[in-house]
């Protein structure tokens, strides 16, 4: 190879690596950019491969990669404008299950390292969960290095066949200040919960797909435990997904205080509003809104799994999954006590700081790449 790394002596060709994202979560997205950004401000050359969409709402030209559009489907020619755009890649990093499934099928008959990122796991039942088995395998085996972005995740990798599984750096990229924000913070929070019709009453704040497996059928049924309180809290949901119908009619034909506001933009700011934040998952990764959550002194009620208990250590509520009661009773008894407030929100300020930064976490992949692209010594 032409270099050493993109660090490496003047003269040299600097790392060429290729970012492939496919449907991309929001977490995902926001790594890649926060990537992309650390290593070309470190003199590694970067093109993202990702959907016109993730683009439009993550401006990678604006880090100073190139971005190539390829649609998230299997079809050839997404293939093949993936292979084109890694036709000179010194390495290759896939973000996700299915960006990696491609990636590896681009790559074929190529010597160039695969390093692949599991931000998350897939959800599937009965003959599709043995066809997900089946890619995850494949991906496992492909991968020169799969990075998990929780323990768990490092351990599925290497049951499915991974040679080299290791925890990842993943920063909780800041989020954008809006330039326009020139009220004053009150007066902001106050608008905030106004608009949701929670002015003087408990707001308690949830933000996620709205698919089967993230809780909020359990969610629901928690709200049954608070109903006997006086202010009445109010769930907010911001999210889409699959369940919106479904959850929206049991809103209204058991009458619950919930309300699904759809996907919003304005999360931060809706923190920011809420008494307490709320994950009820059945499995997580590095969470967005349990970080999140920290990072603005929000308490946080989440169900103990995945990675949630690693991410969050002792600054959160911490329930089973399904368990309605408990989480209910978790989030009544926390609205209830204010010193407990006070403890977990100060505790959760302490473990955000534990996290990654977004440098750390470069420092982490750049060191990954370096090892996977060195010439090997003649002995």
């Known amino acids: 190879m032409s270099h050493v790394s993109s660090h490496s002596p003047h003269g040299q060709t600097p790392l060429h690596t290729v970012q492939v994202l496919g449907g991309g979560s929001a977490g995902s997205s926001a790594h890649v950019r926060s990537l992309a950004a650390g290593l070309a401000a470190r003199g590694v050359r970067v093109t993202v491969c990702a959907p016109d969409e993730a683009d439009r709402a993550y401006d990678f030209a604006a880090t100073g990669a190139r971005h190539v559009p ?59 969960a043995r066809v997900l088995r089946l890619l995850e395998r494949r991906v496992a085996k492909a991968a020169a290095v799969v990075l998990g972005a929780s323990s768990d995740l490092v351990d599925r990798a290497r049951s499915r066949g991974a040679r ?35 002015v003087d009453r408990p707001l308690i704040l949830a933000v996620g797909a709205l698919e089967r497996h993230c809780g909020y059928d359990h969610l629901l049924d928690a709200t049954r435990v608070w109903r006997h309180l006086d202010p009445l809290p109010l769930l907010v949901v911001a999210g889409e997904g699959p369940e919106r119908g479904a959850l929206q009619r049991r809103i209204e034909a058991e009458g619950l205080p919930a309300r699904l506001v759809g996907r919003r933009d304005d999360v931060p700011e809706l923190l920011a509003a809420a008494d307490l934040a709320v994950v009820p998952s059945s499995w997580e990764s590095r969470s967005v809104l349990a970080q999140e959550a920290l990072h603005a002194r929000v308490p946080l009620v989440a169900t103990a799994v995945g990675g949630l208990p690693e991410l969050v250590g002792d600054a959160a509520e911490l329930v089973p999954y399904g368990d309605a009661e408990a989480l209910g009773t978790a989030v009544a008894r926390l ?45």
């Open 70 to 128: 390829v649609p998230r489907s299997g079809d050839p020619a997404s293939v093949a404008a993936l292979r084109a755009a890694c036709a000179e890649a010194d390495l290759v990093h896939a973000h996700g299950l299915h960006a990696a499934l491609r990636a590896s099928v681009a790559l074929t008959g190529r010597r160039v390292p695969l390093v692949v990122t599991w931000h998350t796991r897939s959800y599937a039942e009965g003959a599709r």
């Open 164 to 198: 080299d599984a290791r925890l990842a750096a993943i920063a909780l990229p800041a989020p954008p200040r809006p330039d326009d924000a020139v009220e004053e913070p009150d007066s902001l929070l106050h608008k905030a919960r106004a608009e949701l019709g929670a």
């Open 335 to 379: 609205l209830a006590d204010p010193v407990r407030r006070d403890e977990l929100k100060a505790r959760g300020e302490a473990q955000a700081a534990t996290w990654p930064s977004e440098d750390e976490t470069v420092t982490q992949v750049l060191s990954v790449y370096d090892e996977l692209t060195q010439p090997v010594p003649y002995s």
